[in-house]
């Protein structure tokens, strides 16, 4: 089970969102390179980075930074990028940047085929299917708009295309050191045959043992977020108890 730190960029600093809301934003970091170095530092293997301006307004404004968080994570870290990713060119911008893998949220349900085309490109290992849900159903451009459209049923068609992974985070508890959504990642742990990534309410190491307990079933790793920054969770101790559980 792969423990994965977040950054999340705002003008060119690193924020925390509350259930995904930009008016309730807090800046953590002016350099968002500092905390994406203590994370690799730390022995993080991932790093998810979202590009919240590139969410909301459908074009990066983020990507120097982006540029500068691979260069200082180095190789050995897998960097994903998330946000504002709606064309082949601007993945191939990210791609450029040092990111190992993209993420495709908003994307793949404004245009369906552009999944297709992006697995065909880039391969599947390279693409992640970001779905993020409220009360079940999918949620695009920065979780502004509610698509109604079935989550599961977003997973399943995703999976036909090709896709081979996913990052499922469950809105109404992003940001609220609350505890993650069990339940709903099961739920979308078995209405497909992809690997799963768990997003949203991880604040401590039982929340961090709950989602290991989901790894035979097909959650390969989760994302913590707010937690890291508030001091909830130490990153050190929440790889440390993923891999006695893997081990």
Not at 1 to 26: C, F, H, S, W
Not at 70 to 75: I, K, L, Q, S, T
Not at 153 to 179: H, K, P
Request: contains cysteine; hydrophobic residues 45%; glycine residues 12%.
């Amino acid at each position: 089970m792969e423990i994965i730190p977040a950054v999340d960029l705002m003008g060119g600093r690193a924020v925390r969102l509350r259930q995904g809301r930009k008016t309730e934003r807090t800046t953590y970091y002016e350099d968002p390179v500092v905390p994406a170095a203590a994370f690799a530092e730390a022995g993080a293997r991932f790093l998810h980075v979202v590009d919240l301006d590139g969410a909301f307004e459908g074009d990066s404004k983020n990507l120097h930074q982006v540029r500068r968080i691979c260069a200082a994570v180095g190789d050995p870290v897998t960097v994903e990028l998330g946000g504002g990713l709606r064309s082949l060119e601007q993945m191939e911008r990210a791609f450029g940047c040092g990111v190992s893998r993209v993420i495709l949220g908003t994307a793949i349900l404004a245009d369906p085929e552009l999944l297709e085309r992006a697995l065909e490109r880039f391969g599947a290992e390279r693409i992640v299917v970001g779905i993020d849900a409220r009360d079940g159903r999918a949620a695009i451009r920065g979780w502004e708009e509610e698509t109604g459209a079935p989550a599961l049923e977003v997973a399943r068609s995703a999976e036909a295309a090709g896709a081979a992974r996913l990052i499922y985070t469950d809105i109404a508890v992003d940001g609220m050191l609350a505890g993650p959504n069990i339940k709903a990642i099961e739920l979308m742990v078995r209405a497909c045959g992809m690997k799963v990534i768990a997003s949203g309410g991880i604040s401590t190491l039982e929340h961090v043992r709950a989602v290991c307990e989901l790894e035979s079933s097909g959650v390969e790793a989760m994302i913590i977020g707010k937690a890291l920054y508030e001091g909830t969770i130490d990153l050190a101790a929440a790889l440390a108890a993923a891999d006695a559980f893997s081990g």
